[in-house]
């Protein structure tokens, strides 16, 4: 099975100072591995609910028993069954997803929608699990989300630092894959200015020192809290 093994120890300062052979997780191998996963979700069902256990626990404070959410870079769709599984409220789920994941879950017939691109709708709850690391502008894709007006913009293991925005390289397989530490200070200026506020703020896991970074699970709030 293909799996990651870290991030290489160098840093770059923007896309346009990586190596010529990156890749991205979009494609047949790792849409296969979500598949094969979707296919045997009940063994792993509780270590998913785990790893999303803050997803569930604002879904299950939410004033609202009909809670639509977008899930950005949510996969296959693994986190709604487990969100279904830990909750009485009724789910309106949504992911925003690389091309070939988009049409593994569509071919998958799960009841989820799958969009390529980040849709011009409202959502109760933003989530973003592992996922803005990816972005080649993580501001924009921010900026696109919050304009989704969400009660809550959920940051689940977010990869973060106190040293300038760099990427670096995550190995998967034979996968170079651009990954961005994203300065936590300017992350938390950039979602300010979208009258956003912090409700809920903790280191997750630990990542090799070498990184000089750290993950947090993040919670944003609209408005005053």
């Known amino acids: 099975m293909t799996k990651s093994h ?22 047949e191998i790792w849409a296969q591995k979500q598949i094969d996963r ?5 063994e792993e069902l509780e270590v998913i609910k785990t790893r999303n256990s803050l997803l569930i626990e604002y879904v299950n404070k939410h004033n609202k028993n009909n809670i639509s959410i977008l899930d950005y870079g949510g996969g296959i769709g693994l986190t709604y069954f487990s969100l279904v599984a830990a909750t009485n409220k009724t789910i309106d789920y949504n992911i925003v997803e690389l091309p070939s994941i988009c049409d593994a879950g569509q071919n998958a017939n799960v009841p989820i929608k799958f969009y390529q691109n980040i849709p011009n709708k ?8 592992t996922a803005l690391q990816y972005s ?4 924009t894709t921010l900026s696109d989300l919050v304009k989704c007006n969400p009660k809550y913009i959920i940051f689940a293991h977010l990869s973060a630092s106190d040293m300038p925005t760099y990427l670096t390289l995550q190995m998967w397989g034979d996968y170079l894959i651009p990954y961005c530490f994203i300065n936590e200070q300017e992350l938390f200026d950039h979602i300010r200015k979208y009258n956003y506020n912090i409700s809920h703020l903790e280191n997750s896991y630990e990542i090799p020192t070498y990184l000089k970074s750290k993950t947090l699970d993040l919670v944003y709030t609209r408005g005053k809290i």
């Open 38 to 42: 979707l296919k045997n979700i009940d």
């Open 122 to 129: 409202e959502f109760d709850i933003v989530y973003i699990r």
């Open 136 to 139: 080649e502008d993580w501001k």
């Open 6 to 27: 870290g991030w290489q120890n160098i840093t770059y300062a923007s896309y346009d100072d990586l190596p010529k052979n990156v890749q991205s997780y979009d494609n």
